[in-house]
């Protein structure tokens, strides 16, 4: 069983318009709402690959009644997420179907008490006694202690759960120290983190702090994976239109999956980027076109740096 903690979750609603206008009103042609946060992004795509998964984190309100009513019908992801006082939150999606182009409206979480917080790390600790590995994603809700992640991430390791940590900003300065086994930043969080814009040298300082993984995203140029085995790029054949909401959860999915199975550094990093440039392509986020993701597959280039050739797109193995 893999597992995904979302602290954080949300009720995401998408509302499709035929042009997004500053100051004017707009007819909605489409809305869908889905159980959202990153985690439980990560938490449907890995269950769509054939996982076994259980989503865990913070749920509460009306809304988090509804988040949880719809994750009951996500096949093959198993719910548990803690009830809170306070309401979920809700993330609003504009799509503007005339460009392309997406506006994210991101509401606050709810306020988490310290009986809560409690409670959540008793619960965890719990379901780490199964867990093959564990996806820690987004950001903190109010009242969750900035170094949350740190603690997490230290309780996995205590159970030998190798473990994936997917935030930013000073969550993921804390989380680091704990020597997380992945991180998985984009190049703006690498240089906030790090002061350097040259995702390899910013990579390099993380590992530093110590991750034993960064994988960074480099957005349509695809992903950047430094560890002490060597230096990787994985790009996808080329730019590719769409919505890209959820397209770095689709890539811990795939980097998570191929963990689990025991896939090499070259052929994780292909399924990652086939999957999130597939999610760019899918109407919302923790989806994917199935068919763009199998195509992406043969298409995707690794390339080992430092003096190393080509790797040619992987066999494909496992549950894909």
Same mark, same amino acid.
């Given at each position: 069983?893999?597992?995904?903690?979302?602290?954080?979750?949300?009720?995401d609603i998408t509302y499709r318009v035929p042009a997004l206008r500053p100051h004017a009103s707009h007819r909605v042609t489409e809305v869908a709402e889905r159980p959202g946060g990153k985690g439980l992004n990560v938490a449907r795509v890995l269950a769509a690959l054939g996982h076994e998964v259980t989503a865990t984190g913070f749920a509460g309100g009306a809304t988090g009644d509804v988040l949880r009513d719809?994750?009951?019908? %996500?096949?093959? %992801?198993?719910?548990a997420l803690l009830p809170v006082a306070g309401a979920t939150r809700r993330t609003i999606a504009v799509a503007d179907t005339a460009t392309g182009d997406t506006t994210q409206l991101n509401?606050?979480?709810?306020?988490?008490?310290?009986?809560?917080?409690?409670?959540?790390?008793?619960?965890?600790?719990?379901?780490?006694?199964?867990?093959?590995?564990?996806?820690?994603?987004?950001?903190?809700?109010?009242?969750?202690?900035?170094?949350a992640y740190a603690g997490l991430v230290r309780a996995?390791?205590?159970?030998?759960?190798?473990?994936?940590?997917?935030?930013s900003g000073e969550p993921l300065r804390r989380g680091l120290a704990a020597r997380p086994d992945i991180v998985k930043p984009n190049a703006e969080e690498l240089a906030g983190l790090t002061g350097s814009h040259d995702p390899a040298r910013a990579a390099r300082d993380v590992r530093g702090r110590g991750a034993h993984t960064v994988v960074a995203s480099l957005g349509a140029e695809g992903l950047l994976a430094v560890n002490a085995g060597g230096r990787w790029r994985a790009a996808p054949p080329g730019r590719i239109r769409g919505n890209p909401t959820g397209?770095?959860?689709?890539?811990?999915?795939?980097?998570?999956?191929?963990?689990?199975e025991g896939l090499a550094w070259p052929e994780r990093l292909t399924r990652a980027v086939a999957l999130s440039a597939a999610t760019v392509l899918a109407p919302a986020a923790g989806e994917f076109d199935r068919a763009a993701y199998e195509d992406l597959l043969g298409r995707v280039t690794v390339?080992?740096?430092?003096?190393?050739?080509?790797v040619h797109p992987p066999p494909r193995r496992g549950r894909t």
């Open positions: 069983m893999i597992l995904t903690v979302t602290l954080n979750t949300a009720l719809r994750l009951a019908r %996500v096949p093959g %992801v198993v719910d509401e606050p979480g709810p306020a988490i008490t310290s009986a809560e917080w409690t409670a959540f790390q008793e619960a965890y600790e719990g379901l780490l006694r199964c867990a093959s590995a564990v996806a820690l994603c987004g950001s903190l809700p109010p009242g969750v202690p900035v170094g996995a390791r205590a159970a030998a759960v190798p473990v994936l940590l997917d935030t397209a770095g959860d689709s890539a811990v999915a795939g980097l998570l999956s191929g963990l689990v390339t080992r740096e430092t003096g190393a050739a080509r």
